[in-house]
């Protein structure tokens, strides 16, 4: 997951990809992502907001959740791990180290079906603190964005480019 991870702030930006690797969910947008051999690793889907926080999530292909979080305050080494809050009210917090992927975005893996993720899903404001900031979060369409991410992952689980 980390090395699909590490090139997910450049997603956006990324060259022309067939039309079968990308979807969009609302305002989040997503794509499948392939390796040097052309195997599917994982699938990526942001909200992206340049001038703010972004938020976004990845999945593998062995169905592995992080979530992205990557906002401009933030000056960060990638590669380096940071310890992470992730915190719902009514919902019993998670500590986790999260990997630093890019000078201004952290990958926190998350338990996928677990009472956080269902209701980060719901729409549930919520917060992420790093020891740089605190982050307090609700973005619109989480659910969906969430859904078609798995359904992205299903669809291309087990194919490389060559099948598609």
């Given at each position: 997951?980390?090395?699909?991870?590490?090139?997910?702030?450049?997603?956006?930006?990324?060259?022309?990809?067939?039309?079968?690797?990308?979807?969009?969910?609302?305002?989040?947008?997503?794509?499948?992502?392939?390796?040097?051999?052309?195997?599917?690793?994982?699938?990526?889907?942001?909200?992206?907001?340049?001038?703010?926080?972004?938020?976004?999530?990845?999945?593998?292909?062995?169905?592995?959740?992080?979530?992205?979080?990557?906002?401009?305050?933030?000056?960060?080494?990638?590669?380096?791990?940071?310890?992470?809050?992730?915190?719902?009210?009514?919902?019993?917090?998670?500590?986790?180290?999260?990997?630093?992927?890019?000078?201004?975005?952290?990958?926190?893996?998350?338990?996928?079906?677990?009472?956080?993720?269902?209701?980060?899903?719901?729409?549930?404001?919520?917060?992420?603190?790093?020891?740089?900031?605190?982050?307090?979060?609700?973005?619109?369409?989480?659910?969906?964005?969430l859904e078609a991410l798995k359904a992205?992952?299903?669809?291309?689980?087990?194919?490389?480019?060559?099948?598609?």
């Amino acid at each position: 997951m980390r090395l699909w991870a590490l090139t997910y702030l450049g997603l956006m930006l990324a060259a022309a990809t067939p039309a079968g690797d990308t979807f969009q969910a609302g305002d989040w947008k997503g794509r499948a992502n392939f390796n040097d051999q052309g195997d599917f690793t994982d699938c990526t889907v942001l909200l992206p907001d340049p001038e703010n926080t972004t938020l976004g999530f990845v999945m593998t292909s062995g169905s592995d959740l992080g979530m992205l979080i990557a906002d401009p305050v933030l000056k960060l080494k990638p590669g380096q791990g940071r310890p992470t809050l992730v915190h719902v009210e009514g919902v019993d917090s998670l500590a986790a180290m999260a990997d630093v992927v890019a000078d201004n975005g952290i990958l926190i893996p998350l338990e996928g079906g677990g009472p956080l993720v269902r209701a980060i899903s719901e729409g549930q404001e919520f917060r992420v603190t790093v020891r740089e900031k605190e982050f307090t979060l609700k973005r619109s369409g989480t659910g969906k964005a969430l859904e078609a991410l798995k359904a992205c992952v299903e669809s291309h689980r087990g194919k490389s480019r060559i099948d598609l």
